[in-house]
């Protein structure tokens, strides 16, 4: 049983409405009470990089905004109205049901009420999300299982090239659109065809392409394993599981390798992408060497308050390319715990032989009690979330808003991952440090 | 009394004040059918977008109290709202020059198995932990769709831990499924504040004004204006105290800056301790201001000094409405906003020469805990030209039909999430985030350069229109915008 959260890092699982909203013309409809559409999308879209409603969230999803009525007598007959209007006044092409915790609790029949209008047609699906069953990584999960077995076909062929792209979840990562686009964009360039899903793009298309690809990828420590394994299991697609976020020259170099080697890619097309890539980068860090090497403003031992994509996939640039010290790292969001030792083994591995400390859990006492503990030497550099502003500025750190909530920065195609990422997440960096007495 | 502090939990506004969240008519309808005891049935909705509840309404008041805690008993979605809570938190700060701090909220984390079990021990632990973390003055239990149907029995746990936890602990029934008028979240905290907080007074202070408001912005110039009647605001309740607000009783008059906001504790605070609330229209734009400042003035025998400040408030503004007047001869407008917000609106924009094609009210009190019609709309009522007036619980698809017809040339909106859909439309959006736009007359002349200025440049709003298509139907548009509105059985 966990405990008491202070500062949320993430929300309950009817935060997937969001992954629904990031999918183009996808429309989520919510059968819970009327403050959940509002509360989620305020923490994962509003106070966290401003990312908008974009075209179907916000206050605009449909829902059943269900009341005292809906809990004594059963919400199904609502959910069904609130369904049947949603296909006339929404222009969507998909719709995904989601159920708060009221539904849940009460146990409406929504499969019965949904199944009704896929028979008849409709290009919907629906998926239990009740807030008490688990957060919204789990929620995410939950949704992926519902889309694969309620709405996929398999497909004719198999399209040679054709790769799924599964990795961070759209708006509790704030840098997802970009991320996504920048990660698509490394595996155009040893020419494989990347599936992007979410944001702009094709839409609901590419989920229906899902099953023709030739393989997933899944660029995440654990969470998306569900999704890959019952793609596998139900299309025979294969996945490749790289567990960082590939942030920096070693490790994108070392992702390109991977999966240049999983698709079949022949190996000199991918070396010269990366000598290529390398150069350019190297050209850059090499300008950016003068200010580390020559100036004083060079920060201490570093900390991350991150989910496990970032903490992890920041972890090792940090480590492995800016050649900084890790001092502890936490992880925010629920990591079941079969997956806990891929995590730690990933935590006991960077270059130079060196581990770093991991803490597990989504409450703010503990980063702050942690930290609080430690003796730091110089000025740590503290990667986290804008809740995190309050004990560096105590620690005299210096801080910048990587993960949820991010209230403190505009965020609109920016992202930390693969070469140029790593570029602008060191101008990022330096930023901060020059900026902080200037 | 109306108001009956010895009950756990104020009563919904459905029930205590007639608040409808459907309707569709005119203004001069909805009053005249709801004044002399009138009233009007709510109208559901068949079709409707997601909402808010009063969960988000009572925190946002409550997690601004600067030494209390928040134990939000529920799972951890329903906190999603404290991220925003804490912008406005860490503005509020620096513009007090408090230095930064985040808010004292945790959150109990439901799971599963406590809505088989139970979440009492989760609650215990709740309340151990923000006593512990933050040793506050007060602890306020929030309660969530969750904890209400599983039942938990929070009374019980606060009785259990009286002896461990050495201050106050109050509960605060917002439970979202409870009402559709997100606003009962207000009067919940508010219960909240005047059962567990607010202490018998041991001497007036003849001074002192409870001013209710939300952020506070205008802090300066009203203390400039109630000095110049020998009266000191006291800003209530974000940013106050455990301490101050013990001692509203004491206050020689109650205001606010929003009737939908203030009416429950006003009203609560004359009945019980006699601090006369003031209840005119609220002080937006010249009439409202100066309505608001007698009704002040009456009450604390300053009718000269309040004339006197009026006529030099006005002089000094004058011109300015009047060049505003003359720049916006032709303009319409669409008002989309809470209930005081809309009615009070309908008379600043009268002041500034804007025509209000259409009002929408995110609800509707029918009549406020005194007893009474809201002043503002009666006012509204009171011209010449009647008006359409709709009331849904923020519903973009009834705005958004309304403003492709009506095609006006400003949207004005109170409610995040709501203006950026007009601004998709191309129409130029004038969001109403801050109480004090438009306070005042001086306030009044600001908003209207803020609207000159917005309509000056319309490049922005008329460059994302070109691009961007909203999420509905061609379908829809040809409806008429209330086609999933129930119709009134009468």
Request: hydrophobic share 40%; with cysteine; proline share 5%.
């Amino acid at each position: 049983m966990a405990g008491v959260i202070e500062q949320i890092r993430n929300v309950c699982a009817l935060g997937a409405l969001q992954s629904v909203a990031a999918i183009e013309r996808a429309i989520p409809i919510i059968h819970a009470g009327p403050g959940c559409g509002q509360k989620l999308w305020s923490a994962l879209a509003n106070g966290n990089g401003f990312q908008g409603a974009g075209y179907s969230g916000g206050h605009s999803v449909p829902c059943t905004n269900s009341t005292e009525q809906e809990i004594v007598f059963g919400g199904e007959e609502k959910l069904r109205e609130t369904i049947a209007n949603t296909l006339k006044v929404m222009d969507g092409d998909l719709f995904v049901v989601l159920t708060g915790c009221t539904s849940d609790i009460v146990g409406d029949d929504v499969g019965e009420v949904v199944r009704g209008f896929k028979n008849k047609g409709a290009p919907i699906v629906y998926v239990e999300t009740g807030g008490f069953k688990g957060d919204n990584y789990f929620g995410h999960e939950l949704l992926w299982g519902a889309i694969i077995d309620q709405f996929l076909e398999a497909a004719d062929a198999v399209q040679p090239g054709l790769v799924n792209l599964w990795s961070v979840i759209p708006y509790q990562d704030p840098y997802w659109t970009g991320t996504l686009h920048a990660v698509a964009d490394l595996l155009r360039s040893i020419g494989l065809t990347p599936n992007i899903i979410y944001g702009p793009g094709e839409g609901v298309a590419s989920v229906r392409k899902i099953p023709s690809a030739q393989f997933n990828l899944l660029l995440s420590p654990w969470n998306g394993l569900k999704t890959v394994g019952r793609l596998e299991e139900k299309f025979a697609t294969p996945y490749l599981h790289y567990p960082a976020l590939p942030i920096g020259a070693t490790e994108t170099s070392a992702f390109l390798r991977a999966v240049g080697t999983f698709a079949g890619v022949p190996a000199g097309k991918v070396e010269e992408t990366i000598r290529r890539e390398e150069a350019r980068y190297y050209y850059y860090v090499e300008r950016s060497a003068d200010l580390l090497f020559e100036t004083r403003f060079l920060p201490g031992h570093f900390v991350t308050v991150a989910d496990s994509f970032y903490a992890l996939g920041l972890t090792r640039f940090l480590i492995n390319d800016l050649g900084l010290i890790p001092e502890v790292q936490f992880i925010t969001e629920v990591v079941p715990e079969e997956y806990r030792p891929l995590i730690d083994a990933e935590f006991a591995k960077f270059d130079e032989g060196l581990v770093s400390p991991v803490h597990y859990g989504a409450d703010g006492a503990t980063v702050r009690d942690e930290l609080a503990k430690r003796t730091f030497r110089e000025r740590p550099l503290i990667l986290g979330s804008s809740w995190d502003r309050d004990i560096s500025r105590q620690l005299k750190g210096y801080q910048l808003s990587v993960s949820m909530p991010v209230s403190d920065r505009l965020i609109l195609s920016r992202t930390y991952a693969g070469y140029d990422g790593a570029l602008r997440l060191t101008e990022d960096i330096y930023s901060v440090i020059l900026g902080s007495f200037q | 009394m109306t108001i009956n502090l010895k009950s756990s939990e104020a009563p919904i506004r459905e029930q205590r004040l007639g608040a409808i969240t459907g309707y569709s008519g005119t203004l001069k309808d909805l009053v005249g059918r709801t004044g002399c005891g009138g009233t009007v049935k709510n109208c559901d909705r068949t079709f409707s977008q997601s909402s808010s509840c009063s969960s988000g309404c009572a925190q946002t008041l409550l997690a601004g109290i600067v030494d209390a805690a928040i134990v939000n008993h529920a799972p951890i979605g329903c906190a999603g709202d404290t991220i925003y809570h804490n912008i406005a938190n860490q503005y509020g700060r620096f513009y007090r020059e408090w230095g930064n701090r985040n808010i004292q909220l945790v959150n109990t984390n439901i799971e599963e198995p406590d809505t088989v079990f139970g979440g009492a021990d989760k609650l215990r632990e709740g309340i151990r932990e923000a006593w512990r973390r933050f040793t506050p003055k007060a602890i306020f239990i929030t309660t969530s769709c969750a904890s209400g149907i599983i039942g938990d029995d929070i009374r019980g746990v606060i009785s259990e831990l009286a002896d461990e936890i050495p201050v106050p602990v109050i509960q605060v029934s917002c439970e979202g499924f409870r009402s559709k008028v997100w606003a009962s979240g207000f009067d919940a905290a508010f219960h909240a504040v005047l059962t567990g907080i607010v202490k018998p007074p041991r001497e007036k202070q003849p001074s002192l004004v409870n001013m209710v408001n939300f952020r506070g912005s205008a802090r300066a110039y009203i203390t400039r204006l109630f000095d110049r009647i020998g009266l000191v605001p006291s800003f209530i309740i974000p940013f106050s105290t455990v301490a101050e607000l013990e001692r509203i009783s004491e206050a020689a008059v109650t205001a606010t800056v929003c009737t939908t906001l203030g009416s429950y504790i006003g009203t609560a605070l004359e009945e019980q301790y006699g601090v006369p609330y003031v209840k005119t229209i609220p002080p937006h734009g010249f009439a409202g201001i100066e309505a608001w400042l007698r009704g002040i003035g009456a009450v604390v025998g300053k009718q000269a000094e309040v004339e006197e400040l009026i006529a030099e408030e006005r002089a000094a503004t004058e011109g300015d409405l009047a060049e505003l007047r003359r720049r916006f001869k032709g303009k319409r407008a669409v008002i989309g906003m809470g209930p005081s917000y809309s009615q009070s609106y309908l008379g600043v924009l009268d002041e500034l020469g804007i025509e209000v094609l259409h009002a929408a009210s995110w609800h509707y009190d029918q009549r406020y805990d005194y007893g009474e019609q809201p002043p503002a709309i009666l006012r509204a009522a009171e011209r010449d030209k009647d008006v359409t007036f709709s009331v849904a619980d923020q519903q973009l698809f009834e705005i958004t039909n309304t403003l492709s017809r009506l095609k006006p040339d400003l949207y004005f909106s109170r409610h995040p999430g709501s203006s950026v859909w007009a601004a998709k439309l191309g129409i130029t959006a004038i969001p109403v985030i801050d109480e004090y736009s438009a306070f005042g007359h001086r306030g009044l002349v600001n908003f209207g350069w803020r609207i000159a200025d917005a309509l000056t440049n319309r490049n922005f709003v008329n460059k994302l229109a070109e691009r961007v298509k909203l999420p509905y139907t061609e379908w829809w548009y040809q409806q008429d915008p209330y086609t999933f509105l129930e119709k009134e059985a009468v």
